[in-house]
């Protein structure tokens, strides 16, 4: 089972962002998380959410993401994080379908 936090945050301070994600970045990488969405553009289509944006982060598993997010490494890092934005985080585990067993 993999990893991923996905996140809903609004940027409030562009500067402060791109601090945080020079910082940040490398802590991730090293934890062997990696990317796969970076809204560019969303579209509301049920319910009341309307984020700014949203992020996802893959991890090797549940634990590793967990380990990353929960580190002293990354931890020092989300004041920085709150100052550059707003939103919300979710850590969620999962089976990509391309690994699921055929039954």
Same mark, same amino acid.
Not at 6 to 25: K, M
Not at 36 to 49: H, Y
Not at 64 to 85: C, D, K, M
């Given at each position: 089972?993999?990893?991923?936090?996905?996140?809903?945050?609004?940027?409030?301070?562009?500067?402060?962002?791109?601090?945080?994600?020079?910082?940040?970045?490398?802590?991730?990488?090293?934890?062997?998380?990696?990317?796969?969405?970076?809204?560019?553009? /969303?579209?509301?289509?049920?319910?009341?959410? $309307?984020?700014?944006? #949203?992020? !996802?982060?893959?991890? &090797?598993?549940? +634990?590793?993401?967990?380990?990353?997010?929960?580190?002293?490494?990354?931890?020092?890092? /989300?004041?920085?994080?709150?100052?550059?934005? $707003?939103?919300?985080? #979710?850590? !969620?585990?999962?089976? &990509?379908?391309? +690994?699921?067993?055929?039954?």
């Amino acid at each position: 089972m993999r990893g991923y936090l996905i996140f809903d945050l609004e940027v409030t301070d562009p500067a402060a962002w791109e601090e945080y994600r020079r910082v940040a970045g490398p802590i991730m990488a090293a934890s062997g998380g990696r990317f796969l969405v970076g809204s560019q553009k /969303i579209e509301p289509l049920e319910g009341d959410w $309307r984020p700014a944006s #949203i992020s !996802v982060v893959e991890f &090797p598993s549940f +634990e590793a993401a967990h380990r990353f997010y929960h580190s002293e490494e990354y931890q020092r890092t /989300i004041p920085l994080r709150q100052r550059a934005a $707003r939103g919300h985080g #979710i850590l !969620v585990g999962s089976t &990509p379908p391309e +690994e699921t067993p055929k039954t």
